[in-house]
Every structure is written in structure tokens, then in C-alpha cells.
Nanobody, 115 residues
Framework: QVQLVESGGGLVQAGGSLRLSCAATGIAFRINAMGWYRQGPGNQRELVAIITSGGTTNYDDSVKGRFTISGDNAKSTVDLQMNSLKPEDTAVYYC?????????WGQGTLVTVSS
């Protein structure tokens, strides 16, 4: 059974840092990309950052320069280093992976940034 296990969420003050980690287990397809989405209160789920199997990264404009995504294809893991956090970064963060024909989502981990 394919599963994405996330860790690293929590409560942090504005200006602080958190690191999210995600590990994929039971993957039976070739991973084309892994990444992170988030859904804040009253908002739709949005892309935060994604990294392809070739190492190409893409970030939402709101996190550029503050967040860094890194991945290990061999281990099927992806991390998100979040620095200079702002209250508007408060959201449930979801790990995501996709292959050619399938995508898988994690359960989500809550990140709360206090002002």
C-alpha cells in the first residue's frame, strides 16, 4: 500500500523555522515529482514547492527565498526547510508525489505560525 508519512509540523513564532519531512513507502511506480501543498483556513489547497526527479524545483512566489525543497529519489523522501515563517504560512501542509499515471497525497501536518 502506497503511503506518504509526514513529520515536522508544529507551532513556531513568526520569523522562526521549521523543517517538514516526508517519506514514501510502498511505492511501486516511478516517481516523477515530489512536493508540498498547503491549505490555510478558508483557502483552497495550493502548491508550495515541488521537485522533479531531474532536480528541477518550482516554488510559489510567496515562499521564494524563504523555503527550500530537497529530495532523495533513491529513498523516496522530500524535505521542506521553511525559514522566516510568517503568520500567513499557517496551514495544513500536504506531501505529494506523482508518477506517470498516479498521484498520492499524505495526511497532512499542521504548521501554525504565531505573530
Amino acid at each position: 500500500q502506497v503511503q506518504l508519512v509526514e513529520s515536522g509540523g508544529g507551532l513556531v513564532q513568526a520569523g522562526g523555522s521549521l523543517r517538514l519531512s516526508c517519506a514514501a513507502t510502498g511505492i511501486a511506480f516511478r516517481i516523477n515529482a515530489m512536493g508540498w501543498y498547503r491549505q490555510g483556513p478558508g483557502n483552497q489547497r495550493e502548491l508550495v514547492a515541488i521537485i522533479t526527479s531531474g532536480g528541477t524545483t518550482n516554488y510559489d512566489d510567496s515562499v521564494k527565498g524563504r523555503f527550500t525543497i530537497s529530495g532523495d529519489n533513491a529513498k523516496s523522501t522530500v524535505d521542506l526547510q521553511m525559514n522566516s515563517l510568517k503568520p500567513e504560512d499557517t496551514a495544513v501542509y500536504y506531501c505529494y508525489t506523482r508518477g506517470r499515471y498516479r498521484e498520492v497525497w499524505g495526511q497532512g501536518t499542521l504548521v501554525t505560525v504565531s505573530s
